[in-house]
């Protein structure tokens, strides 16, 4: 399984970007996806995720209302849409695949991108 993750960049406070995770493989619709992000000199830390049918997500708090996680089953590809943007939410972003149930934990994922870049900044 191999992740591609997409669609970072700089952008202003109060802006929106969409990031894309293409995966590779026949069974993208049996993993739990999931977004991370670390930013400089801090740890990773769990951003979204979503079960394999997307009837189920969950956020961490601090972007609760602003991203929402989606998924797009036929084409391999799973979604991280965030609007209202801080500078905090400055970080490499990576999309992360899962074969266990739907986690908050990093540990529980098996498949990692390589990451992209997302930097909120006038």
């Known amino acids: 399984v191999q992740l591609q993750a997409s669609g970072g960049g700089l952008q202003q406070p109060g802006g929106s970007l969409r990031l894309s995770c293409a995966v590779s493989g026949r069974t993208f619709s049996s993993y739990v996806m999931g977004w991370f992000r670390q930013a400089p000199g801090k740890e990773r830390e769990f951003v979204a995720a979503?079960?394999?049918?997307?009837?189920?997500?969950y956020y961490a708090d601090s972007v609760k209302g602003r991203f929402t996680i989606s998924r797009d089953n036929a084409k391999n590809t799973v979604y991280l849409q965030m609007n209202s943007l801080k500078s905090e939410d400055t970080a490499v972003y990576f999309c992360?695949?899962?074969?266990?149930?739907?986690?908050?934990?990093?540990?529980?994922?098996?498949?990692w991108g390589q990451g992209t870049q997302v930097t909120v900044s006038s």
């Open positions: 992360a695949a899962s074969s266990k149930v739907l986690s908050r934990t990093g540990r529980a994922y098996e498949y």
């Open positions: 979503i079960s394999w049918d997307g009837g189920s997500t």
